[in-house]
């Protein structure tokens, strides 16, 4: 008699590349990842060559950041990089952005099952956190060149979107499919999550002073850890739990040197370590460990 393994087991035994479906990935999403960064990286230059010692914002409405810095790096008012390294830093998210938009277009291609995992079975979703991380990017990156109130809109607007896409991925992974209201009628949960993740962003980015983002955030994040644990502990359906493990490891260690910085105690005004910038990283970090997570995901056929 011969002893048959089943598929989700077969699947378990896959190489990390395999399990988390990075293998082989075809030179197109590197082109994707690392030629639109350099895009961006590029324009980043252009504009700080061109207007180094300009005083672009002046007549700008100032952020609280410029009138009492809250950071620890030193501020050019007459520069279009106000402050520098935490300008320049963003350039992260933005790659992050880019490489996962190319994954979200290389799944949507390849048409995977479900039971490979929500993430590549809905790709719209990861298309749609990559552009947040983009928009993060781009955002950040305008408020702590600018200092201004302009700015740090469309830098905490950033930050709602990459938010509110980790907590569709994470009720997506939880509920992947629903049933129409009194019919029998089961359709896929991505387009309406897509549509709240839409909206939700938009909404917050421009109403985004109406309402307190420490309070907002809470709840986002509260979301996302509901459903990120009560996804792993469902039956049927497998996780690596080491990135989950990773991303709180992050976000407690960013936490840490953001406070330190905010305090004064990490590095000087002048040094090339600021602890704003280093937050950037390691947040960013929290991004790509939760995608991680979430993309390691494997069902049975019943899952």
């Not at 007549?59 to 402050?83: C, K, L, Q």
């Not at 955002?139 to 938010?163: E, I, P, R, W």
């Not at 406070?259 to 929290?286: E, K, M, R």
Request: one cysteine or more; proline letters at 5%.
């Amino acid at each position: 008699m011969i002893n048959r393994v089943p598929p989700i087991e077969k699947r378990l035994q896959l190489g990390m590349a395999e399990r988390l479906k990075l293998d082989k990935l075809p030179r197109w999403v590197h082109g994707i990842g690392l030629g639109g960064t350099g895009l961006v990286l590029l324009l980043f230059i252009i504009i700080f060559a061109a207007f180094k010692d300009v005083p672009v914002w002046a007549e700008w409405v100032p952020a609280d950041e410029f009138i009492n810095p809250e950071y620890g790096e030193h501020i050019y008012p007459d520069s279009v990089f106000r402050t520098r390294i935490n300008t320049w830093s963003n350039l992260i998210y933005v790659c992050f952005g880019f490489y996962t938009i190319g994954l979200a277009i290389y799944d949507w291609k390849r048409k995977l099952p479900l039971e490979r995992g929500y993430m590549t079975f809905a790709p719209i979703l990861t298309f749609l956190f990559g552009l947040s991380g983009i928009y993060l990017g781009l955002g950040s990156g305008f408020f702590h060149a600018s200092l201004t109130k302009y700015g740090q809109q469309c830098d905490v607007g950033g930050m709602y979107a990459t938010m509110i896409c980790m907590v569709a991925i994470a009720v997506g992974s939880w509920l992947p499919k629903m049933r129409a209201l009194r019919t029998r009628h089961i359709f896929p949960s991505w387009p309406v999550l897509a549509i709240i993740t839409i909206f939700g962003s938009v909404y917050f980015s421009y109403y985004k002073w109406e309402y307190s983002f420490s309070q907002i955030s809470t709840y986002l994040s509260g979301t996302l850890f509901l459903f990120a644990t009560v996804s792993l502990i469902q039956p049927s359906k497998y996780l690596q739990i080491r990135w989950f493990v990773a991303g709180v490891i992050a976000i407690t260690l960013g936490s840490k040197i953001r406070d330190l910085d905010i305090s004064d105690q990490f590095t000087g005004p002048y040094s090339i370590f600021q602890g704003h910038a280093i937050w950037h990283l390691v947040s960013c970090l929290l991004y790509v460990f939760l995608f991680l997570y979430f993309r390691s995901e494997e069902r049975d056929e019943n899952g």
